[in-house]
């Protein structure tokens, strides 16, 4: 079955244009996987006041390699579902109607998306660099730092986000609007209300430090930093000599920073 959803609308400019979007995918490897589904939500904000003013568009997509079912099993789209639809080449003026009235692009977990994306529409995505990524998996890390789980249908459940919303759970577009309610619900809190409705601010606070509690790696994975900083003082120095660890552990870089007090 080939389900493509194009509501295209003339808006009026507003103050700012954000653009939510999900993918799913043919695997987890975003240098690789490929789009079997992408659903894109062009809305209008007046400061952080959503107007109602939107632009929708989904479709599901045919990859130029067969859907594993281990993917089939996480986003419920078969290869029989994706056999009469149209290769993703195939939409990207229709997904230009949209990203090139965006100021900022949004999604949880935004980098995954935008590796994907960024190769399978460079023309489209190379434009949105940092300063435009709102990633609301960050930015829940930000705002609720003691909860468990920051995975979008945890926060689904915990937040009630899907109450205004109707269609297939898990699928690209009913995640998209979560990713908005999200986002709606997170302007709310009082990390967020100091920003004085600036979409710049907000940006600055997700690129922001997070602090790391527990190493995900290496022979102190699952041990508290803390701890291991205060009794194996040899290995954090030899961490901190390490090039790759600000570049791929930006957060545990800064945070081991904070904890011995050392300089960059």
């Not at 078969?78 to 230009?96: C, H, L, P, Y």
């Not at 920003?195 to 022979?219: Q, R, Y």
Request: net charge negative.
């Amino acid at each position: 079955m080939n389900k493509t959803l194009d509501l295209f609308s003339s808006i009026p400019k507003g103050d700012v244009r954000i653009l939510f979007l999900d993918t799913e995918t043919t695997g987890s490897d975003p240098s690789t996987a490929e789009v079997c589904e992408v659903a894109f939500l062009l809305a209008e904000y007046d400061g952080f006041s959503f107007t109602g003013k939107k632009q929708v568009f989904e479709t599901l997509v045919k990859p130029s390699v067969p859907i594993p079912p281990e993917a089939s099993a996480v986003n419920q789209i078969s290869n029989k579902m994706v056999a009469d639809s149209r290769k993703a080449g195939d939409f990207t003026e229709q997904i230009r109607k949209l990203t090139e009235q965006a100021d900022f692009i949004s999604a949880h977990n935004l980098p995954y998306d935008y590796m994907i994306l960024k190769r399978q529409y460079p023309s489209l995505f190379n434009r949105f660099d940092k300063t435009m990524h709102i990633d609301t998996l960050r930015l829940s890390r930000h705002i609720w730092q003691e909860i468990p789980s920051h995975a979008l249908q945890a926060l689904r459940y915990r937040f009630e986000l899907d109450t205004d919303i109707t269609g297939e759970a898990h699928r690209a577009l009913f995640d998209t609007e979560l990713v908005q309610s999200l986002l709606h619900i997170s302007l709310k809190q009082p990390t967020c209300k100091g920003l004085d409705s600036n979409w710049n601010s907000l940006v600055d606070l997700i690129v922001a430090p997070l602090e790391v509690k527990i190493f995900t790696f290496g022979k102190y994975r699952g041990n508290l930093v803390e701890d291991t900083v205060a009794n194996d003082p040899d290995y954090i120095r030899w961490l901190l000599k390490q090039k790759w660890l600000s570049e791929e552990q930006p957060d545990l870089y800064h945070t081991i920073l904070s904890k011995t007090g050392a300089k960059k």
